[in-house]
């Protein structure tokens, strides 16, 4: 923002310039994973690096739907609760200067961009109930070899009652990673768990998102609360 020094410059004084500056200098810094390239590029439309791309001006950048979902996500969500709320006025310099008509442009034009580059959005592989029943049956059977030593069956277990509350919740692993004993709570009646998320990918305001879960007698190969209390007992008997 012009006028204004290092000294006495605070990110409340960001407008959807700065925004847009930090958003360009993320996106060819290098440090993307979707290889883009260029119109002249003879390899237009593969997602693998050549040699010859170096003439072409071909790179790494980050995917459209990633830096929608994430980085330009988390910095709005980030100047909210500074108390930048709204859509970015830039008359008035008010607002949340990731909500302007900017930030959107930029957007629209790099999705466009990765678009007639025959580059497609790519999700995460979806892991189906089946798949996870299989999984986690596998390593029950691994827990049965007599060689695992105290530690490596605390670690088989430790990761089967991991990814039971993946499945179970619809978290992020991460979001699972950074959950307390203090935030996981049993239900009166011990027939299931209350897991507290404060803190994750998404989750970083202090606000708290409640997941109850609930013994699962039908399939108990994928039940979180059977597989948490397992892992419970084996640590508290170790």
């Known amino acids: 923002m012009l006028g204004l020094t ?11 310039t700065d925004v847009l500056e930090f958003l360009m200098f993320k996106n ?7 290889f883009v390239h260029a119109k002249n590029c003879e390899y237009l439309g593969d997602y ?71 580059v497609t959005q790519k999700s995460a592989a979806l892991l189906m109930r089946d798949d996870i029943i299989r999984l986690l049956q596998r390593m029950s059977a691994w827990l049965m070899d007599p060689s695992l030593t105290q530690d490596e069956r605390y670690e088989m277990m430790r990761d089967m009652a991991y990814i039971a509350v993946v499945f ?33 990918k998404t989750l970083r305001d202090g ?14 190969e994928v039940c979180a609360v059977r597989l948490t209390d397992d892992l419970d007992n084996f640590a508290n008997k170790a």
């Open 207 to 220: 606000s708290r998102q409640m997941f109850g879960v609930k013994k699962d007698d039908i399939t108990p």
């Open 48 to 118: 693998k690096e050549h040699e010859s791309c170096e003439q072409t001006n071909c790179g790494r950048f980050h995917a459209a739907e990633s830096m929608r979902s994430g980085t330009i996500s988390m910095l709005r969500k980030g100047l909210t609760t500074l108390g930048l709320v709204g859509d970015w006025d830039a008359e008035k310099a008010t607002g949340n200067p990731v909500s302007s008509v900017a930030v959107n442009q930029y957007q629209l034009m790099i999705r466009e961009e990765q678009a007639r580059a025959g």
């Open 168 to 200: 179970a919740t619809g978290k992020r692993c991460d979001d699972i990673a950074n959950l307390l004993i203090s935030q996981m709570v049993r239900f009166p009646d011990g027939s299931g768990i209350m897991f507290g998320f404060q803190f994750g």
């Open 28 to 34: 060819v810094s290098g440090t993307g994973k979707t």
């Open 6 to 16: 290092p000294t006495n410059y605070s990110i409340l004084d960001a407008d959807d």
